[in-house]
């Protein structure tokens, strides 16, 4: 992390966030604004996804770029979040022209919170698109993490979840960051230790500074769910001021979904709905080489695990009974 950054995705320069919560509901919406529409792809190989407008990422097709991506509570029900979003924007007169309209491009994921204890009972319709709008007009380059807006439901195994982000710099100069909303079926830390997975690539002390741990504590690579359906996710933005191309997109995709298994146990898993979105936002000068694109992707992991790891560091427990205790509560810190 550079000094002087405020260790957020917000550091690439032209990407906002904000978010919106309902303690009530205990679930929330989390928006990624693009001040300039940006060259975007995804990842998905969760073994549960639920995605909106996911198809037009793929590099084949016609629109190439976005004005932002939206995570959310609430599983397939949280979908409606993007609307919300897209009023936003469309107020503000951006969007896709297509036919003398504009047709704002917002992505989005949700994450399974159904069963955390919050009330659902919302009747109809659901809160999420509103919850949406109210995370747009919100975004701005500075933002809170934890039980915050996408994360404000989440869980993992045995431990509160939450919404993280970090970011680094590459060796040339280009930014990169990511905005985790945490909510892995597995263990984010090594075995019932208070030592994160993601402790080798923890910059300045951000979830914790505790290091490794010891070499082998119990229980460490036992499998642990939370659930044996699918009933976890992790919703993921990843975005670097390097211009490239839209496949070059996907593959930072790619690249960066190797973070999901630097920070949980396990990965990808049948019950989990992890999802990678990338965006390029091409403001920084200069041509990016093959080491230069290998440089950001492995940072783009390594974003992601650290992003995982302080959405949970950084959560506080739910108001309802039988929530999850937060990792400090456990650890203190």
């Known amino acids: 992390m550079k000094q002087g950054t ?3 995705i917000t550091d690439v320069a032209g990407v906002r966030v ?3 919560h309902d303690p009530k509901l205990a679930s929330g919406v989390t928006a990624v604004i693009l001040d300039e529409p940006a060259v975007a792809s995804i990842a998905i190989h969760g073994g549960a996804p639920a995605v909106r407008d996911a198809a037009l990422l793929e590099p084949e097709m016609t629109v190439e770029r976005v004005d932002g ?3 959310s509570g609430g599983s397939a029900f949280g979908l409606d979040a993007a609307g919300g979003a897209m009023a936003w924007l469309a107020e503000r007169g951006r969007g896709f022209l297509a036919h003398g309209m504009r047709v704002p491009i917002v992505p989005g994921a949700s994450l399974f919170d159904l069963a955390n204890g919050g009330d659902k009972g919302w009747g109809r319709p659901p809160p999420y698109w ?3 709008y109210r995370a747009a007009a919100a975004a701005g ?3 809170a993490l934890g039980t915050q807006g996408a994360g404000y439901g989440a869980n993992s195994f045995g431990l509160k979840g939450g919404l993280g982000s970090a970011s680094a710099l590459s060796s040339r100069g280009f930014h990169v960051g990511a905005l985790a909303a945490a909510n892995p079926g597995g263990r984010v830390t090594r075995g019932e230790s208070q030592h994160f997975w993601a402790a080798p690539y923890e910059r300045d002390g951000e979830f914790g500074g505790r290091g490794h741990g010891p070499a082998h504590p119990e229980d460490h690579l036992a499998l ?3 659930s044996d359906g699918p009933a976890a996710t992790i919703l993921v933005v990843v975005a670097t001021d390097v211009p490239l191309a839209k496949a070059q997109v996907k593959r930072l995709a790619i690249m960066a979904q190797s973070g999901f298994a630097l920070a949980c146990r396990p990965a990808l898993s049948p019950v989990d709905g992890d999802v990678v979105f990338a965006a390029a936002t091409g403001r920084a000068a200069g041509t990016p080489d093959v080491r230069d694109l290998a440089e950001i992707g492995m940072l783009a992991a390594e974003c992601v695990a650290r ?3 302080r959405g949970v560091y950084e959560a506080t427990p739910l108001e309802v009974p039988g929530a ?5 509560q456990r650890f203190g810190g």
Do not use: T
């Open 6 to 8: 405020a260790n957020l």
């Open 18 to 20: 904000g978010s919106a």
């Open 69 to 71: 991506f939206v995570l």
């Open 130 to 132: 509103e919850l949406g």
């Open 141 to 143: 380059p500075v933002f």
């Open 224 to 226: 642990r769910l939370r």
């Open 307 to 309: 992003s995982i790891a």
């Open 324 to 328: 999850l205790p937060s990792w400090r």
